[in-house]
């Protein structure tokens, strides 16, 4: 089998939203090259040093690939592409140069090129990301090992929005709780938040295709078992109950539709963690929490991005 190929020139900034773009324009998976992961590179074996200067890299900028089946009517997809990713300018976001090509892979050639790539990757003090054909035994007592099959996209935790909610995660579980992780993509975030000892973890994503990609993540972690993933717009279709965290980690312009709602699933003290949030977008992430009733505890910062651990006010306070 081939595969079509849409690669789209972006900005660190527009990655999420221009591979947001692809998914729904119907990718079977991405794969991103992105400058600013040199910053927040951290190999699994703490005593592997990487010399960038000798080691090739993207230096500037980034590369969104979405990745078609051969019958996709691909003149289509990309003029739909390069209209929404000409809007991305709209909302705040520097896509720029925005320009979207095409190429054809074959199956074979993109199965040995991209498993190379990818290896266990240890994402915070206490958490590794292993890909499923991978073995890997823990290198130091208290790690724990989240597997994932990323398929063609490898939603592992390396990007730097999925490693500040890791280490959010790490923040504040300190175990018994339940957790509703909103977006919750891979599901990376969900077995993590397991492994560290919550009780009940409940993601949604915006449909079934979303969902069952996640749970095929899910399927891959014993300690995951009993997690629960449904299709839902954010917060419409949550069945009624409270929370004791809730996780979010999607852009600004998702995180503020969201704010107003969580205090419907949230108890009263309960944190809420947040990010996907963009340097030029913090301040009125942290002003909308403040206007709904949080109190800001902590402030993360990762290369450009920046990650938030909030809690809901009670009533003395």
Partial sequence: ????????????????????????????????????????????????????DVVEHRESGATVAGYFAEDVN?????????????????FGLDATPGKVTTSAVKDEDWATEWQKYYHPVRVTRHLTVVPKWEEYQPAQEGEKVIVLDPG????????????????????????????????????????????????????TDIDEVAVRSAQGNLDLNPVASDIQVMASDLLSDVPAQEFDIVVANMLAEVLVPLIPQVDSVLRPGGKFLLSGIYEDKAQTIIAKLEENGYALDETMKLGEWYGLIAHR?????
């Fill in 152 to 203: 063609m996209a490898f939603g592992t935790g390396t990007h730097p929005t999925t490693r500040l909610m890791m280490q959010a995660l790490e923040i504040v579980v300190r175990g018994g709780e339940r957790l509703l992780d909103v977006g919750t993509g891979s599901g990376v975030l969900g077995i993590a938040a397991k492994l560290l000892g919550a009780d009940k973890v409940l993601g």
């Fill in 1 to 52: 089998m081939s595969w079509q190929e849409i690669i789209v020139e972006t900005q660190t900034e527009a990655v999420e939203a221009v591979s947001n773009i692809l998914m729904e324009a119907g990718a079977e998976g991405i794969q991103i090259d992105d400058a600013a992961d040199v910053n927040s590179y951290e190999p699994a074996d703490a005593t592997v040093w990487v010399d960038w």
């Fill in 313 to 317: 006010k009670s009533e003395d306070e």
């Fill in 74 to 90: 691909l003149p289509e997809v990309i003029n739909d592409v390069q209209m929404r990713v000409n809007q991305l300018a709209s």
